[in-house]
């Protein structure tokens, strides 16, 4: 049977990790909680010749894209863990039946059962 305590764990384990790669590639927004934005270079250097500038916005666009598929694992992580606090973690958003356990323990942040996963 699912123990709520391991998957909990997992959560915030993963959310520890999701949060080191995120400040890797981005910063917190410091006008809206819970909410990343990417690093951007600084195109203000004035050395900077024309080929250092479209590095920095080539990797910038990398990190963008990064940063946004962290944040969204992140969202269901946090998710996850606010279902756990409100007694409705392991419920399928859709159906509301129980999630399989193997699913769980599979993404312990899914939302759905396996009928009703997304893609
Ligand atoms: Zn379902």
């Known amino acids: 049977m699912t123990n709520i305590n391991d998957l909990r764990a997992k ?8 949060e080191s790669e995120l400040s890797g590639v ?5 006008e ?10 600084d195109l203000n250097n004035p050395t900077a ?3 250092d500038v479209a590095d920095s916005i080539e990797a910038f666009e990398g990190n963008a894209a990064i940063e946004v598929e962290l944040e969204a694992r992140l969202l269901e992580v946090d998710a ?6 409100a007694g409705t973690y392991g419920i399928c958003r859709i159906c ?6 193997a699913r769980l323990h599979a993404n312990p942040a ?3 059962c396996i009928a009703h996963r997304e893609g």
């Open 110 to 112: 899914a939302p759905t």
């Open 11 to 18: 959560l915030l384990e993963e959310k520890a990790r999701l």
């Open 32 to 41: 809206i909680k819970g909410d990343w934005e990417p690093s951007a270079p």
């Open 96 to 101: 509301g039946t129980a999630i399989e356990d």
């Open 80 to 85: 996850a863990l606010a279902r756990i606090e």
């Open 49 to 51: 010749d024309v080929n």
């Open 26 to 30: 981005g910063h917190k927004n410091p």
